[in-house]
């Protein structure tokens, strides 16, 4: 994983998961937000829940050109990783810079813990049965950010495909 120094890991209540700890991976922003969980008597408890967010390196590169040199600093550093991939059509903006690479990404970070903590809100606010509603795997996915400007893209959180 590569820190972003400029907003440190910082989480003695869970470790890092491991598929985030190599070099594909780059943290963007940690916080904490609050949860609200279902109404019980007439009040909501709150509950105050660290979010750590990332990006992929190599994929976020098809579309952020100082990212995708990022990437290629890894290859460098790690012969035998995948090649960077194309660079496509829509790209960031407004265009990022090399001093702050990781930084430009850590409102895009703070929003998707944001609509983390809405969704489990959401989820417990419906649980009628007291089960989990944390899952593992790829069972629910939130997809972000197609900017304004760019070709296709709203300004709405969207589903994935």
Do not use: C
Request: charged share 20%; glycine share 8%; no cysteine.
């Amino acid at each position: 994983m590569i820190e972003n120094t400029d907003h440190p890991v910082e989480s003695s209540i869970m470790p890092v998961p491991a598929v985030l700890q190599g070099a594909s991976y780059a943290h963007v922003w940690t916080g904490q937000l609050d949860v609200t969980g279902k109404s019980v008597g007439g009040q909501a408890p709150v509950k105050e829940r660290n979010f750590i967010t990332y990006i992929e390196v190599r994929e976020q590169g098809a579309h952020d050109p100082e990212i995708r040199s990022l990437w290629q600093e890894i290859i460098r550093q790690n012969p035998g990783s995948p090649a960077p991939r194309p660079m496509h059509e829509g790209r960031v903006n407004p265009r990022n810079a090399p001093a702050t690479r990781l930084t430009y990404y850590q409102t895009h970070g703070q929003m998707a813990a944001s609509m983390a903590s809405q969704e489990l809100t959401r989820k417990w606010d419906q649980n009628r049965t007291n089960n989990t509603v944390f899952t593992r795997g790829m069972a629910h996915q939130l997809t972000q950010l197609r900017t304004p400007g760019i070709k296709g893209a709203t300004d709405r959180p969207v589903a994935p495909d």
